[in-house]
């Protein structure tokens, strides 16, 4: 079975400042994908950035990067430059690919951005 | 123009009460979700239907029941409310199983 752990429940950053929120994940299996979503205090879950297993290259995504470190099992999400409307929680999340899928949250981290 | 879309956004009904929960995506992707997220943000998986076929159905009460009429809809009815049953519930779609799934804007679920 999948696990994944976020140990930084808040986070403070100041505007146009890098954040990095950390995630380890646990399982056995060689071929899956990591993911990361933003929730803001509207509700919806906005879907930010993808890493499959397999690939040699961290994913970046705009302002959004994942620094994938296979042999520590972890996908760091980071945030350049934050900006007022990066405030929200962030949750890491993570899938087995090739079988029926579901996605494995973890327990999300709250960034709050200041000025 | 919504990808993924959920009816109602707010339900709120009584202990013991029937009530369903509409999801509809218009991305053509294949696979459907229901996930649930409790009072302290913590979101599990509940059912997973590809092209209509169910393919997830994690340790959910049987007072839950997914419907899935086309590859488009997937509905979720719940049979005899508990309290504990409210929650926000998320929809989601992905093209791949194991690809980027996408959600709805959920449906918050207040069980009285």
């Known amino acids: 079975a999948q696990k994944i752990t976020q140990t930084q429940p808040g986070m403070f950053v100041q505007e146009k400042e890098a954040v990095t929120l950390d995630c380890t994940y646990d399982t056995s299996d060689p071929s899956y994908g990591l993911f990361w979503y933003k929730q803001p205090s509207s509700g919806e879950m906005i879907f930010l950035i993808y890493?499959?297993?397999?690939?040699?290259q961290n994913a970046t995504e705009g302002r959004y990067s994942l620094n994938f470190q296979k042999a520590r099992k972890s996908a760091n999400l980071v945030i350049s430059a934050s900006q007022l409307g990066d405030s929200a929680m962030y949750f890491c999340?993570?899938?087995?690919?090739?079988?029926?899928?579901?996605?494995?949250f973890g327990t999300g981290t709250r960034l709050q951005v200041t000025l | 123009d919504t990808a993924v879309s959920q009816t109602p956004k707010y339900l709120v009904t009584q202990m013991g009460n029937d009530k369903s929960i509409k999801c509809e995506q218009n991305l053509g992707h294949d696979t459907m979700y229901w996930y649930k997220q409790d009072s302290k943000k913590f979101l599990k998986i509940m059912f997973s239907y590809n092209n209509k076929e169910l393919i997830i159905n994690e340790t959910v009460p049987n007072r839950f029941s997914p419907k899935s009429p086309d590859k488009a809809h997937l509905n979720l009815h719940i049979n005899s409310l508990e309290l504990g049953d409210s929650a926000v519930y998320f929809c989601?779609?992905?093209?791949?199983?194991?690809?980027?799934?996408?959600f709805g804007p959920g449906t918050r679920l207040t069980v009285t």
């Open positions: 999340a993570m899938t087995l690919t090739g079988t029926a899928s579901k996605l494995t």
């Open positions: 890493q499959g297993s397999y690939d040699q």
């Open positions: 989601a779609s992905s093209q791949l199983q194991g690809g980027e799934q996408y």
